[in-house]
């Protein structure tokens, strides 16, 4: 299963970087990093004035696709999705599989003002002060990827540490463990992880079991006005696209007309 090839690389990863900069060294660099994490939740929020809000990714490559932008520019591509009102952006930092980079966080956050999620396959506490450390606002922990018992205890830290989280759910199993861990923003991934097939019923299925009050965030298989309409009158408040911005001839333009579906 690629889910499991990923995390254990991840891990061996990780255990090479603590070696490198142990955890408390780590922390310590905290104090010269200019750029506190805000809350990305008023900016998720869907509300009657501005109905759709748009996590835009930036994404160079994935496991089932491949190399996606070959013309690769992160900075470039972040200013893109901020100029175009995108609400939030989602910077890939896995690097095998997804070809991401951590430096990408620190280079973007440097020069846009947009809130940002580091986008990985988080397994460790390490692995969020790191993104506290290079500049992200909100992390992604990924529900099938977790223990409830690990779900928790990561996304507890997140918080305790200032960030906030965004928990990915597949199924009905990954729901239960993000309503035992507490979580606010819940983004519903239509892309299998396991099989990488799309089924863009997921919401239907899985958005009426989410209790009122949830940060509902759809994720995977969004390209086009009808889906984020459809997927709006049934509670999405935000989208997380990726692949479909990095193909289209203009960025700008693609974000402002997802923006504006409901207008």
């Known amino acids: 299963m690629i889910l499991d090839e990923i995390v254990k690389r991840t891990i061996e990863d990780l255990e090479k970087r603590k070696k490198d900069i142990p955890l408390e060294l780590l922390g310590r ?13 008023p900016y998720l929020t869907a509300t009657k004035d501005e109905p759709i809000r748009i996590i835009a990714e930036v994404k160079k490559a994935s496991p089932s696709k491949g190399i996606i932008k070959e013309d690769f520019d992160p900075i470039v591509i972040a200013q893109s999705y901020s100029n175009s009102g995108a609400n939030a952006i989602s910077v890939l930092t896995e690097p095998h599989y997804f070809k991401g980079d951590l430096e990408y966080l620190t280079q973007i956050r440097r020069y846009v003002p947009t809130p940002l999620l580091r986008k990985d396959f ?3 506490k390490y692995q969020i002060v790191e993104a506290l450390v290079y500049g992200a606002d909100f992390i992604l922990l990924i529900a099938k990827a977790l223990s409830t018992k690990q779900l928790r205890e990561l996304y507890e830290y997140a918080l305790h540490v200032g960030l906030e989280v965004l928990v990915e759910i597949h199924d009905k199993e990954d729901l239960t463990k993000a309503m035992k861990c507490g979580a606010s923003i819940i983004g519903i991934n239509h892309r299998s992880l396991e099989t990488f097939e799309m089924d863009m019923t997921l919401c239907d299925q899985l958005i009426p079991m989410i209790p009122n009050g949830k940060i509902i965030v759809a994720e995977s298989g969004v390209s086009n006005v009808e889906t984020i309409q459809r997927l709006s009158a049934i509670g999405a408040d935000a989208f997380l696209i990726g692949e479909h911005f990095m193909r ?4 700008e333009e693609e974000v402002k007309k997802f923006k504006n579906a409901l207008v």
């Not at 660099?29 to 990305?40: G, I, Q, T």
């Open 248 to 251: 289209v001839p203009s960025i």
């Open 29 to 41: 660099s905290l104090a010269s990093n200019p750029f506190a994490p805000r809350d990305v939740k």
């Open 122 to 124: 988080i397994v460790d």
